[in-house]
């Protein structure tokens, strides 16, 4: 995998631990998400839910 930003390949997965939840369900737990950081720029390559099932 090589960053579209500056090329490199050094890459850490990383989270913010503030869930992703349904507007329409405020109350709910939601799941993390999973980002893809880029060491040598720090752009996000991609970001990932953890448990997509937990937003239904």
């Known amino acids: 995998m090589n960053c579209k930003n500056c090329g490199g390949n050094s890459f850490i997965q990383a989270t913010d631990y503030i869930n992703l939840r349904p507007l329409n369900k ?5 799941s993390e998400k999973v980002y893809t950081v ?8 991609s970001i990932k839910i953890k ?6």
């Open 38 to 45: 880029c060491l040598d720029c720090g752009k996000v390559a």
């Open 51 to 56: 448990n997509p099932e937990k937003l239904k």
């Open 26 to 30: 405020k109350m709910a737990i939601g």
